[in-house]
């Protein structure tokens, strides 16, 4: 597809208690190039000043827009994302992105997106991402997500951090029409928008190139897994049952019965996550019955 004008962007941004940083972030989206941005900020409740501080950028740009003002709790990100989704309208743009509201963007990563989403002829995209730190405690470190696709990865594992993802309207509005004839919204938005991608046989595209500076401090509510505390952390997750929960939620929501996964698993579990040694644990997990 190619486009006689810069090709219209909507960002839709969720916001709770982002005071620190989302000043930053805001100004990040806006310096894109090459490309017509509108952002869409819905803010969660909140108990700081990020209300206040998205009320004084749209007094000075009316490409920022807030839809959602803090008096409502939605309770997670993701939720927060699914408002987006059903308020914004979809009609006047080409492309749909996500944003956190602590990361930083390279200028090019939008327009990145678009050529690579064009090129390989897509419905979405998503990429890695350059981890930072800001109180310096590691040195800037890549999450890789890369990997070559299988085929039912998405049973798993999401495309990588939502704050990639860049989608066209027509994978937008299916996901819109989806979340509204749901009666319950999975918890994780990325991994659920990349799903529903992949089973109705949308394109989607990971690409290795990075271009955001994914913030890593205390308050995420998802961050990078490095460290040993990190994946004993993840560990648990596992073993206690909250993970298989969430992949039947996100498999419901796609209409997918899980009681055969255990099985294929075990008989080819290659086909169920990107990265090969994910993909052994995911095995070992199945073979000890934490999922089933």
């Not at 990865?153 to 495309?159: I, Q």
């Not at 909250?242 to 009681?259: A, F, G």
Request: proline content about 2%; some cysteine.
């Amino acid at each position: 597809m190619n486009f006689p004008n810069k090709p219209k962007v909507a960002v839709l941004l969720a916001a709770y208690n982002g005071e620190k940083y989302i000043e930053e972030q805001i100004q990040s989206i806006l310096d894109q190039k090459n490309i017509d941005i509108y952002i869409y900020i819905s803010i969660d409740e909140s108990t700081d000043k990020t209300l206040e501080i998205c009320e004084n950028l749209t007094k000075s740009n009316k490409k920022i827009q807030i839809i959602q003002r803090g008096d409502k709790k939605f309770g997670s990100a993701g939720q927060n994302f699914y408002n987006l989704f059903i308020n914004v309208n979809f009609e006047y743009f080409d492309f749909i992105a996500l944003s956190d509201q602590d990361d930083i963007w390279k200028s090019s990563k939008i327009i990145r997106g678009i050529e690579v989403i064009n090129s390989s002829e897509a419905a979405a995209y998503s990429s890695d991402v350059e981890c930072f730190w800001e109180d310096k405690k590691y040195k800037n470190k890549l999450i890789k997500k890369s990997h070559p696709q299988k085929e039912y990865d998405y049973y798993f594992e999401p495309a990588g951090p939502g704050c990639t993802y860049v989608i066209n309207r027509e994978l937008a509005t299916a996901i819109k029409n989806k979340i509204l004839t749901l009666n319950k919204l999975p918890f994780h938005h990325d991994w659920f928008f990349y799903a529903f991608a992949r089973s109705n046989s949308f394109k989607w595209v990971i690409d290795e190139q990075a271009n955001i500076l994914y913030r890593q401090h205390s308050s995420n509510q998802v961050g990078a897994n490095f460290g040993i505390k990190s994946k004993l952390k993840r560990f648990k997750i596992i073993r206690s049952g909250v993970y298989q929960e969430q992949s039947k939620e996100i498999l419901k929501s796609i209409s997918i019965d899980h009681k055969a996964i255990r099985y294929n698993i075990l008989k080819n579990p290659l086909k169920y996550r990107r990265k090969n040694s994910e993909a052994t644990a995911l095995f070992f997990f199945a073979l000890f019955g934490w999922i089933k």
